[in-house]
Nanobody, 122 residues
């Protein structure tokens, strides 16, 4: 079982920045796809950004403002997925969730974190 723990959310003013982090309890070698999703109250969960191999996808609403990145932990037992968010807008307010799809012995399995709340308000 892989655990994902998000952090870095909070209250920020419009135009501000945040960096979300997601720590996964497995090596990056066991991960095929990494992604950040978000869900606002009363709305469906939507994809924000995703890395599939060498392909990076962003929702149109965040292109040019958000950047997704991934990194392996020093001990090769953990990995990290980041979401750098700039020029935040009130409509970016949501619960942000990290997700991975496994590879190798975790092939085809999806894992989710509990989420971190981002609130953009003046």
């Amino acid at each position: 079982q892989v655990q994902l723990v998000e952090s870095g959310g909070g209250l920020v003013q419009p135009g501000g920045s945040l960096r979300l982090s997601c720590e996964a309890s497995t090596s990056i070698l066991n991960i095929g796809i990494v992604g950040w999703y978000r869900q606002a109250p009363g709305k469906e969960r939507e994809l924000v950004a995703r890395i599939t191999g060498d392909i990076v996808d962003y929702a149109d609403s965040v292109k040019g403002r958000f950047t997704i990145a991934r990194d392996n932990g020093r001990d090769n037992r953990k990995s990290f997925i980041y979401l750098h968010m700039y020029n935040l807008k009130p409509e970016d307010t949501a619960l942000y969730l990290c997700s991975i799809r496994g590879a190798r012995q975790l092939r085809g399995r999806d894992f989710w974190g509990q989420g971190t709340q981002v609130t953009v308000s003046s």
